[in-house]
């Protein structure tokens, strides 16, 4: 029995996820530049869930569709994704993914950023073949939005002044974007009504905020060796996340001092981060955080509501309310 929702999702769609990574092993290949196969090799085999081209296939699902542009359409948005993360581990100046050293570690900052480059441009070659310049609006302005998150969060990251709201603005581009366009540009293709489609969209913008906040949680008091990543890692990059936010709106005057010297200056010392987790703890930052987590996991669920009754309706309401139990 598969307990996690996206164990029963992989399940279902085993045969079309086997298309969809032939197609994204086909279109990673270059007769001319043998090292863009060897990088996005390196990335995509370092395995993750693979859960936007589930959430791809799982929407085309949901609305009855029976072609194949569902495959073409998850193996671009798992090209997008791959690409930014190629991009994001050079802006980012890390050294691990998903348990593995990074590709900028491997080979250098240029192979990453001209093979994401690439990826980005075979993205838009699949969504050209399924016919629809719906669908190609919908995922062009998704990567549009994607960039201008991560843009936005170079100069709201390590700011003292960034409200939740130009957080929630830089989630929306930065993980929620690709989720929402995944999830309805599955609806698109299928045909159905409007009201769907954006019920489609709202399942997966909600998703992807509550994924980003449970991960910004995650840093802080997750599990290593599950996460693949070190506990204060956002803290140690000077990332303002949404549990440093709330507890930099109720900090005194030694507490801001000390989120400037940490965040804005970058002098951490020993026992910051155990600090800063007390900080957040004593004002109730990490438990705020976890609430605005699941509201928008319950507003994921809600936007089902508007699509037919099906067997993967029913795991997606499941992977929304899994998302959040991470960080129970």
Known sequence: MLSKPHDRLAARFEAKMAAVDQLIRSRMESRHAPRIPQVTTHL????GKRLRPLLTLAAADICGYSGDNDEKLAATVEFIHTATLLHDDVVDESSQRRGRATANLLWDNKSSILVGDYLFARSFQLMVETGSLRVLDILANASAT????????????????TTEDIYLQVV????????????????VIAGVPDAQCRALYAYGDALGIAFQIADDLLDFQGDSAATGKNIGDDFRERKLTLPIIKAVAKADEAERNFWRRTIEKGDQRDGDLDHAIDLMRGHGALQAAREDALTWAATANQSLDLLPAHPVRDMLADLADYVVSRIA
């Open 44 to 47: 995509v085999g370092a395995g």
């Open 146 to 161: 994607i960039a201008e998150g991560e843009v936005l969060q170079l100069t709201a990251a390590r700011d003292l002044a």
């Open 172 to 187: 929306r581009g930065k993980t929620a974007a690709l989720f929402s366009a995944a999830t309805e540009v599955g609806g």
